[in-house]
Every structure is written in C-alpha cells, then in structure tokens.
C-alpha cells in the first residue's frame, strides 16, 4: 500500500491575512520598526523586594530639611521660654505699661507693687446674719521704703472654689501717705459680698 501524505488543514483567513515576517519587513521600508515595550510609571530602584519600601525612601525629606525642621522648632521653643521669663520677671514694667494685667498677676499669685508698699497680715472673715452675709477684712498697710509713699486704694476681688473671679469691690485706703517705714492699719466690712466667695484677693489699685 503506498503512503500518501496527509492533506494539509486549510488555512484560515487570519493566518493567510498575515504577511510572512519578511514581507511585514518590506511593508516598513520608510524606517526601521519600532518594538513597543510595557513598563511601570515609576521604577523604583535599589535592588529591595519591597517596592512601598523603595517609594517611601524616595519620598522622604532631604536631611536638609529635616534640620531645618527641628531648628526652627528649638527656636520656637527658645522664643516661648523667653517670654515666659519676661512675662514673669518683667512684672513691674509690664504692668506700668499695661495697668490691667496687675489683676491677672494678683490672680495668678504673683502681685505687682508699683509704689513698693506691702501688705501685711490680712485676714478675712465671714459673718452671715438674717439680714446679710457680711465679710470683714483687716489688715496693714506698710511702706518699707526710706521715703515717704503716695498710698493707691485698694481692689478685693471675690473668688468662687474654682479659683474664678465673681466680684471686685474698690476700697479706699485708710490714709492719703504713708511716712518713710510708717504704716496703717485699715479695718473694712462689705455686706455685699457674694455668698459664694470662696476667697479672696487683696491688692494696691494700679
């Protein structure tokens, strides 16, 4: 029996529209053929396995700036002790200027005497009756200097046990000045004092 080759499949219109690779070579006789090959957006390089390792190392802050960060943070720093100090021990000259911030350092525990007088051996008492609630405060009034002083009222401002302001009573002063190391005792008794007050603080008026 003879062999006979095999019939070969048709081929398809797909295959049959293809040029052999020497043709597609002739179809491009204008210039030499271009490969387009896909590649990422951005490549990361260092040879890691971990690309979000690579993209954060490439994102981050030169050391430049980083130091330029935390010197503008020590500076700040700087600037805010610095005010602090002068807020704490430029008292006198601040208040001078500012006559109203003399309250706030009273409140603050830190008085600020603008004629150098003192105030010594201040007592305060409650006396509550039918009628009223009265509060009594005495004490002295002292001039340590070598002259003789000009002596200011004084302001008693009524606090509630959270240390807040609800009440501030101007008072005269007993007397007009105080002779060099001279002082005065002064005795008032305010029936319009809050029923609340916790406490209270006296100081020279500014």
Same mark, same amino acid.
């Given at each position: 029996?003879?062999?006979?080759? @095999? ?9 049959? %529209?293809?040029? $052999? ?32 390792? @690579? ?7 030169? +050391? ?12 700040? +720093? ?53 009628? %009223? %609630? ?15 002083? $000009?002596? $200011? ?20 002063? $007993? ?29 020279? +008026?500014?």
């Amino acid at each position: 029996m003879r062999e006979t080759d @095999a019939p070969r499949a048709a081929a398809s219109p797909a295959e049959s %529209a293809v040029p $052999p690779p020497a043709e597609r070579a002739a179809e491009t006789a204008d210039g030499p053929v271009l490969e387009a090959v896909r590649r990422p957006l951005v490549a990361y390089s260092g040879g890691g396995h971990d690309p979000w390792a @690579a993209k954060i190392a490439a994102t981050a802050p030169p +050391a430049a700036a980083a130091r330029a960060h935390h010197a503008f943070g020590a500076a700040a +720093a700087t600037l805010a002790v610095v005010f602090v100090a002068a807020f704490l021990l430029a008292r006198p000259a601040i208040v001078r200027t500012l006559p109203d911030l003399a309250g706030l350092y009273a409140a603050l525990g830190l008085p600020v005497n603008l004629d150098r007088l003192e105030l010594v051996a201040v007592t305060s008492e409650r006396r509550i009756s039918p009628k %009223a %609630a009265e509060v009594r405060i005495a004490g002295t009034i002292s001039n340590p200097g070598a002259e003789e002083a $000009p002596v $200011p009222g004084l302001v008693a401002t009524f606090r509630d046990s959270g240390l807040r302001p609800l009440a501030t009573l101007s008072l005269d002063s $007993p007397v007009a000045r105080l002779p060099a190391h001279g002082s005065a005792d002064f005795l008032f008794n305010l029936a319009d004092a809050p029923r609340q007050a916790h406490d209270l603080v006296l100081r020279f +008026a500014p």
